[in-house]
């Protein structure tokens, strides 16, 4: 273990944050990626893939809980998930919580699953072992191109646009995430960074526009994460993912997976765009505008 | 002009923003405080008071249309308006693109306002010289004590609660606020990062909560104030402020003031408090528990 003082990753339009760290307590590069655990001064382990940050135990909620609950809450009676990526676990967990009969999930690398399991136990808190989740190890997208299951939500919980999961976000893997839902069927994929990865951003809102009948944007905030201010979109083709549709979420309240972030409230306030995102604009413009970036 | 490299606020939680500058246009201690103007990468310039970052020209409209278009549009006629502190002028443009008869407005440090005027004159945009505003260089709280005149809406744009502006969060001040609205008036003050300053958030919502009969903190984004997460309070003995009373936004559109970031739903969606700070516990408790904070 080495002292290793601040984790950042790189900056964007001359913005950075940064975390304290007081030890790497693992480095490994898988067939995928390079792994790394660190141990933060306030945020608890954090796990970064490729140097770009996943997870960290102290700000997970924010993220999982949107991922999650806002399409299980949005289907009136969500009985088959599939979770591509989320090797962390966090996201199976959340799942859980809600009673569903059957959750696929498909991580293509093993190294995660095995590594978040060793170093941030508690992001899945033995979800891995509940009898209604199933782990398979491989390429989601060809997964979802070839299976003949079909599943109430599909959720993306993956590294950015930007990188290796950007098949996760290109029009054709879009498609047969439509195949594969079953009538009423909600998808939400994690978004990325409206406010640093705007171009990535407005791509994958486009490209699933080209697929789906509905197309939501939403946000949550995730401190740890580049930008602090989060995205996921929901897509469909028949159902509105804006509000929770009833009071199960009062279940959630004595589950293993007790909101910190969520609520029906927070629920529907995530889909309220700023004015600038509602237009097609970059969030602040002006900052792309000096970064000498199109934002039109 | 210096090239300087980057800004950031000392680190609170182990965390940390910074922002790439390009150089320091100006230094200046007043008799309140040291004034800095930086010019930086990507944010436009920013005004820094004794080192804490009080805006951007790039992300401001998120602080100034929250802080002022939620309650001058949830109250049904606002006249009167009093704006305390506020020296860089963009509270008062954003009130002055409302159908107001009179805003005064009481800084304490004339330095701040001819240093925005002189570096950063696109925040005012000559607000100034408008014949409704009128400003005062003094003690706002020594002000709102004395006066005689009633206010529609009151506003607080202070620094922080922490530090030389604290009696701007006191109960005897909330005391004489109240006493200074008319009928019907509603109250809002800037309430700092409830992620990073969540000791000072609410004791500055508790206080509140000892003088008003209504007390509604909500959220904004700002991406260079420390932790991004930014929330106001809105107090009122009797008037909701939880959403626009009718369709006057619409004139803000065609305004001076265009907003970037306030629209009808993001006003209703900002009093959306996440479940830990609707539960009166920090943003994200552990954060507190590893710093050793007491947390409830």
Do not use: K
């Not at 007081?22 to 995928?32: D, G, N, T």
């Not at 095995?114 to 997208?141: C, K, M, T, Y």
């Amino acid at each position: 273990m080495t002292e290793i003082g601040w984790f950042a990753e790189p900056p964007r339009f001359g913005f950075q944050q940064r975390l304290a760290v007081r030890s790497e307590l693992h480095r490994e590069r898988s067939p995928y990626q390079e792994i790394v655990v660190l141990d933060t001064e306030n945020w608890g382990r954090a796990l970064l893939l490729d140097g770009a940050l996943q997870t960290t135990e102290v700000d997970q909620a924010a993220y999982h809980e949107m991922l999650v609950h806002v399409p299980l809450l949005a289907h009136p009676r969500p009985e088959r998930v599939l979770i591509i990526g989320g090797g962390d676990g966090g996201s199976l967990r959340h799942v859980l919580a809600h009673p569903v009969s059957r959750v696929l999930q498909v991580e293509i690398d093993e190294a995660v699953v095995r590594n978040s399991q060793r170093w941030l136990p508690a992001l899945s808190g033995g979800a891995f072992d509940d009898p209604r989740a199933e782990l398979i190890i491989g390429d989601g997208v060809r997964h979802v191109q070839e299976t003949a299951e079909r599943f109430d939500v599909i959720l993306v919980d993956s590294t950015d646009p930007v990188g290796p999961a950007s098949d996760l976000f290109s029009v054709p893997f879009y498609r047969s995430v439509r195949e594969a839902l079953r009538p009423g069927g909600l998808f939400v994929t994690q978004c990325g960074s409206p406010l640093l990865m705007a171009d990535e951003w407005r791509e994958a809102i486009d490209a699933l526009r080209q697929v789906f009948a509905s197309v939501d944007p939403y946000l949550t905030l995730v401190p740890t994460y580049p930008g602090v201010i989060w995205s996921f979109a929901a897509a469909s083709m028949n159902r509105s993912p804006r509000m929770p549709l009833d009071d199960r979420w009062r279940t959630l309240l004595a589950s293993a997976a007790t909101p910190s972030y969520y609520t029906p409230e927070v629920h529907r306030a995530s889909f309220a765009l700023p004015a600038s995102l509602l237009a097609d604009r970059p969030l602040f413009p002006a900052l792309h505008e000096a970064a000498g970036v199109a934002s039109s």
